[in-house]
């Protein structure tokens, strides 16, 4: 079983930044890729980036494309979501997620969740 837990968000006004960090303990981290979504209040919740465990390919919401970089260490278990030039409608909780990475596009595991970090942009 992995475990996954979240940190780093915050409350941050537009064009701010901020860095979450999803730690993963228990299975063997550095065989899942590992991807980021987002749920916003009365939205389903959705893809933000994802990236391979074995190239570093990595695949983005269109909206985040060019602000926000997912990376990965796999020395500390430890996958990253840098988000800049923050805007409000990236308000939302940000979950964690161990799954799949082939043929350019991110698979969910659904039985790979952290508990999500809450992310409130004002404007």
């Known amino acids: 079983q992995l475990q996954l837990v979240e940190s780093g968000g915050g409350f941050v006004q537009a064009g701010g930044s901020l860095r979450l960090s999803c730690a993963a303990s228990?299975?063997?981290?550095?065989?899942?890729?590992m991807g980021w979504f987002r749920q916003a209040p009365g939205k389903e919740r959705e893809f933000v980036a994802g990236?391979?465990?074995?190239?570093?390919?990595?695949n983005y919401l269109d909206s985040v494309k060019g602000r926000f970089t997912i990376s990965r260490d796999n020395a500390k278990n430890t996958v990253y979501l840098q988000m800049n030039s923050l805007k409000p409608e990236d308000t939302a909780v940000y979950y964690c997620?161990?799954?799949?990475?082939?043929?350019?596009?991110?698979?969910?595991?659904?039985?790979?969740w952290g508990q999500g970090t809450q992310v409130t942009v004002s404007s």
């Open positions: 997620n161990a799954g799949d990475y082939y043929s350019g596009s991110y698979y969910p595991l659904s039985r790979y």
């Open positions: 228990g299975r063997t981290f550095s065989t899942y890729a």
């Open positions: 990236i391979s465990w074995t190239d570093g390919n990595t």
